[in-house]
């Protein structure tokens, strides 16, 4: 089992389930689910307000979709309750130069089709990945890939890299039968990987279900049927987990904390997120291509009332232009609340407030609580209307990804700062992650100068410069970083979320 640090908000005794809360998750979905007393319960049903874009880990770049990748694919490495990379698929290791890495494959870790892992299978997933614009960014520091061996490979970069190991944690390089690849295969409905779940049943809009791979590397997980339920609501998640049709909530409506607090059934998992969350602006876009206008903007919104209206007061503003819990970050050049000083930059813009279309993109109902505060801000202090759009959530990473909008309500969750800014601000990123579409060169060399600082102290010193140029341009208006829960059935143990949001399942089970 990995080492996390558990904390839990509140933690209550588990009580015998109820005859009703097992017919529940009998109707949900999985075979024959026993009580869970004495640990022998083997399902679990799982809430999450979004559905997965894709189940193929090269084809998205969404959390929704992360949860599922977990699941049925595995990686090189994969990052612990710190967020460090930890060996995964890998046995060993050795940075043998500044720009050669060996790595030493585990023997026997076998797919879900039988066949067994072996190095030139890394080699095509990886380079498949390559060409994939959705993961791209996480293995561009990988110039060459070699297999030496069955079970060794060898990759190159381009110099010297401080991110190589973080981003082969990521699902962009999930390892997958070559076989497959080079058969064409679909892993978008039909994943086939090594991780420790096996895709039962995909019902797009409603659920998608999982068995346990009893071939799995690290040991046969101990729930042995999953099914995740799509429940875009937030209070009919809460009501779910209340009448014991599901057992977990991934997205916890912040507005049911308290009430899910008081029930002695239920356990809340709290954790600080690296999640920063904003209203991004299309920079492409007339009037929002004007840095006083952004400016105005992050100054007019009142990020304090944005939180207790989004969020029931469970998070912490954010006026820098990145998250403020990880090495390398800076608050120099922010902008304040302060509505004279956003009339002022209103002003030396030189922009007719009237002449700015906005609509404000939400795909669930806290970015819609958010996005109305936002709305009387701008109107009430600058004199900008904007209206607010709802939308899937697919829907949504396609139309901002391709910067067929004006302003949306987002976020993106790293587990480094590096990785943060190379996916949000960097030049590569845009038509991808980066929604804003800031093409700065020298926000680019300053990643790029950080990304291959080995030393951890100087590459903090390039990382706030770079943040701080960042604050200076505003390229989007930050809101928040919320403090997230996870509640589930008391019932269940082994529970351990990271600040990037990472949960494994194959090490939760029954008590």
């Known amino acids: 089992m990995r080492n996390r640090k558990l904390r839990l908000l509140s933690l209550f005794l588990a009580t015998v389930m109820m005859l009703g809360l097992l017919a529940g998750c009998n109707s949900s979905g999985g075979d024959d689910k026993k009580s869970n007393g004495g640990g022998n319960k083997d399902s679990i049903v799982i809430a999450t307000m979004s559905e997965t874009p894709s189940l193929s880990p090269y084809d998205h770049n969404a959390t929704a979709g992360s949860y599922m990748n977990l699941l049925t694919y595995s990686t090189l490495f994969n990052t612990d309750v710190e967020m460090n990379p930890q060996p995964n698929l890998v046995e060993s290791y050795e940075n043998t130069s500044e720009t050669e890495w060996v790595f030493k494959l585990k023997q026997g870790v076998k797919f879900h089709n039988g066949d067994e892992m072996k190095a ?159 209203m991004m602006l299309n920079n492409e876009k007339p009037g929002l291509d004007n840095v006083n206008v952004r400016k105005a903007m992050d100054c007019a919104i009142d990020k304090e009332s944005v939180i207790a209206v989004a969020l029931n007061g469970m998070g912490t503003a954010i006026y820098s232009q990145a998250p403020n819990n990880m090495p390398g970050a800076s608050e120099e050049n922010v902008n304040s609340f302060d509505a004279e000083q956003a009339k002022k930059y209103m002003d030396e813009s030189g922009v007719d407030p009237a002449s700015i279309e906005m609509s404000i993109i939400c795909s669930n109902d806290t970015k819609k609580r958010a996005a109305e505060v936002i709305q009387a801000n701008l109107k009430d202090t600058l004199g900008i209307t904007a209206t607010i759009e709802s939308m899937d959530l697919a829907t949504y990473l396609s139309v901002t990804g391709e910067g067929n909008y004006t302003a949306s309500i987002g976020n993106y969750t790293s587990s480094d700062m590096v990785s943060f800014l190379v996916g949000v601000f960097h030049s590569k990123s845009i038509n991808g992650s980066n929604k804003t579409r800031l093409n700065n060169p020298e926000v680019d060399a300053l990643i790029d100068k950080a990304s291959a600082t080995i030393d951890a102290t100087e590459r903090d010193k390039v990382l706030q410069e770079c943040v701080s140029l960042i604050n200076t341009l505003t390229p989007q208006v930050p809101l928040y970083q919320p403090v997230n829960f996870r509640a589930y059935n008391a019932n269940l143990q082994g529970v351990e979320v990271s600040p990037s949001g990472t949960l494994y399942f194959e090490d939760v089970s029954w008590k």
């Open 120 to 278: 030139e299978d890394v080699v095509a997933s990886i380079e498949y990945g390559k060409t994939c614009a959705e993961v791209n960014l996480y293995n561009q520091c990988v110039e060459t890939i070699e297999a030496v061996d069955d079970y060794t490979i060898k990759i190159t970069t381009p110099g010297p890299s401080a991110i190589l190991l973080n981003h082969l944690c990521h699902h962009g390089n999930a390892i997958v039968p070559k076989k497959l690849l080079d058969e064409g295969h679909d892993f978008a409905s039909d994943p086939v990987g090594s991780g420790p779940y096996k895709l039962v049943e995909w019902k797009r809009g409603d659920s998608v279900e999982f068995e346990a791979f009893a071939d799995y590397f690290d040991g046969e997980a101990p729930i042995k049927h999953m099914t995740w339920k799509i429940i875009p609501e937030g209070s009919s998640r809460t009501i779910a987990l209340e009448a014991g049709e599901i057992d977990f909530i991934v997205e916890v409506e912040a507005m049911d904390y308290d009430r899910l607090a008081g029930n002695d059934e239920v356990a809340i998992y709290e954790y600080d997120a690296t999640e920063h969350n904003w």
